[in-house]
Nanobody
Framework: QLELVESGGGLVQPGGSLRLSCVAS????????IGWFRQAPGKGREGVSC????????YYAESVKGRFTISRDNAKNTVHLQMNSLKPEDTAVYYC??????????????????WGQGTQVSVSS
C-alpha cells in the first residue's frame, strides 16, 4: 500500500496562490497516476486534477483549468498542485490519491485506492 502525505494548505486571500505537495512513501516511478481531489463542507468529493505515471498526461476539472497546474517529480516521489488566482469556492480539504499501477485514464476518479489525510485550503478575505 502506498502512503501519501499532503502539505501546503492554509488561509489565503482571493486571488492568492498556494502550492500543495503530496509525498509518497515509496517510489511512484511511472507506475501510479496521482490525482488531487477536494471536498468542500456539505459537498461531495470531486476530482480536481490528475497526472499520469510518466507525467506525460494531465487533466483538469473545468472549474480549475487555467488556474491550477499539476506536476510530478518521480525522483522525489512527489506531486505538486500549484494553485493560482484562488477563489472562495476553492475552499475545501484537498486530498491526493494514487491509482493502481498502469491505470487506464487518470480522470477515472472512482478507481483511486490509496489516499492521504488531506490538507485544508481556505480562501477568504
Amino acid at each position: 500500500q502506498l502512503e501519501l502525505v499532503e502539505s501546503g494548505g492554509g488561509l489565503v486571500q482571493p486571488g492568492g496562490s498556494l502550492r500543495l505537495s503530496c509525498v509518497a512513501s515509496r517510489s511512484i516511478l511511472d507506475y501510479n497516476d496521482i490525482g488531487w481531489f477536494r471536498q468542500a463542507p456539505g459537498k461531495g468529493r470531486e476530482g480536481v486534477s490528475c497526472i499520469s505515471g510518466s507525467g506525460g498526461s494531465t487533466y483538469y476539472a473545468e472549474s480549475v483549468k487555467g488556474r491550477f497546474t499539476i506536476s510530478r517529480d518521480n525522483a522525489k516521489n512527489t506531486v505538486h498542485l500549484q494553485m493560482n488566482s484562488l477563489k472562495p469556492e476553492d475552499t475545501a480539504v484537498y486530498y491526493c490519491a494514487a491509482a493502481p499501477p498502469y491505470y487506464s485514464r487518470c480522470y477515472y476518479w472512482e478507481g483511486y485506492t490509496d489516499w492521504g489525510q488531506g490538507t485544508q485550503v481556505s480562501v477568504s478575505s
